[in-house]
């Protein structure tokens, strides 16, 4: 598919910063794109929430930026920026009339080398009461806002990265200390632990030279901290829990560990999701929902990433009282799904189709494909891997979907009940 051959140049500083340049001159707009390589991932004990909580302290201002200063001088410019913490990595990124690039450029770079010159005790203080405040609005005192949470704490042992929430625990943050800011800024935010893309209406030499001059004095202090994620703690048996909560409707949880990202399982099970719960004919969706009417919904979703991944399939009944009828459908389902001789290649046709639309359709913006091009670089060191991301699910077939339904789907799941509490 010539579309999806999507070019672009890839350089390294000498200072070790990765650089992915491309082209597209079909609009004056460009995106800038920065991933930082640490996330919840590379939280301690005692120390979770870091990364969240340093996202907010980079729009705090740095040597030559006021404070908050970042997003006003985008949106003067017609633009808009933001940042975003996973588990694999802290993200920053600005969309912008072309003509503005070299603002957008100075903002990034600023903040790279300068933050510690303009961080204080007062703006740590500030956006810990913020982390705090969105820990307890979103998660502690919202219905179902700790699932995730309970569901990964049973799914990755203590030990594995992916144990801790993104968010972090409520007495960590607010233990969160300028000296450990510091001490996170230069071991995590230097030039050879990022990767800049740069993508639109731009001329290669011409940003090239920009990137330079901006970044390419930015020296490493202390070069990057070390990890460990050789050996995963496994899941080697069923748990279950019940979480009481301020609910009027109970939810329920089946988790399974699977793989890494761009796994060669991946799309196969990202396949399986689909054709268990895509759409209304799905297989989950129509007995569930529709013929036993024993669900409001019910969902299937391929969670991966860096190091490890999982596999969640929820519902909501109607009645409390059908919990364990529900239960039993889902692994009837998925069982006569690995065991049947009948084919699935309608319902693979469907969630390939389905898949290959909403790809081509988020790559029109040019700013998920700037964050595309981050993506591939550092996850396969290939930032032009769209037309392979795009075929890999023409290699989805029956038996390779049962295949991976019954390499992962199997007895050592968790098994996670929300439940209403009775405060009387």
């Known amino acids: 598919m010539k579309t999806l051959d999507i070019e672009s140049s890839s350089h390294k500083l000498s200072n070790g910063l990765e650089v992915v340049l491309h082209k597209d001159s079909s609009v004056p707009v460009v995106a800038v794109n920065i991933w930082y390589k640490v996330g919840a991932a590379n939280d301690k004990v ?128 607010k233990k969160f200390s300028l000296e450990d800011a510091k001490r996170y800024f230069k071991n995590y935010y230097s030039p050879t632990n990022a990767i800049l893309t740069v993508a639109g209406d731009i001329d290669y030499d011409n940003a090239l ?101 999982s596999f969640l399939i929820s519902a909501t009944p109607k009645n409390i009282n059908d919990i364990e009828q529900i239960k039993k459908n889902i692994f009837e389902i998925i069982e006569n799904l690995i065991s049947s001789n009948g084919t699935l290649d309608k319902e693979i046709a469907t969630a390939v189709n389905n898949f290959k639309f909403q790809f081509v359709h988020s790559i029109e913006k040019i700013s998920t494909r700037a964050d595309l091009l981050s993506s591939y670089k550092y996850y396969v060191d290939e930032p032009n891997w769209f037309l392979q991301d795009y075929e890999r699910f023409n290699k989805v077939t029956t038996e390779s979907v049962k295949r991976i339904a019954k390499k992962y789907l199997n007895k050592n799941f968790v098994e996670l009940r929300v439940l209403p509490k009775n405060d009387k």
């Open 209 to 309: 030279n920009l990137i330079q001059n901006y970044f390419g004095d930015i020296n490493n202090e202390m070069g990057i901290a070390e990890e460990n994620f050789a050996s995963l703690p496994k899941l080697e048996d069923y748990k279950y829990l019940e979480h009481f909560d301020k609910v009027n409707v109970p939810q329920i949880y089946f988790g399974w560990r699977t793989n890494k990202l761009f796994h060669e399982d991946e799309v196969d099970l990202h396949t399986l999701a689909f054709i268990l719960s895509g759409n209304k004919n799905s297989l989950l969706t129509k007995k569930l929902v529709y013929d036993t009417q024993l669900c409001q919904r019910v969902s299937a979703q391929n969670d991966l990433s860096k190091y490890d991944g």
């Open 46 to 173: 005692g120390k979770t929430g870091y990364a969240h909580l340093f996202e907010h302290l980079m729009f705090q201002g740095s040597q030559n930026i006021p404070k908050e200063a970042h997003f006003r001088y985008i949106q003067e410019a017609g633009g808009s920026a933001n940042g975003s913490t996973s588990r694999d990595r802290t993200n920053y990124y600005e969309s912008l009339p072309s003509n503005q690039l070299e603002l957008a450029l100075w903002l990034e770079s600023d903040r790279m080398g300068f933050l510690l010159e303009a961080l204080s005790e007062e703006k740590l203080e500030n956006q810990k009461s913020v982390v705090i405040n969105e820990r307890l609005e979103h998660y502690d005192n919202q219905p179902y806002g700790l699932v995730g949470e309970k569901l990964n704490s049973l799914l990755f042992p203590f030990g594995h990265p992916h144990h801790f929430p993104v968010i972090g625990y409520l007495d960590d943050i």
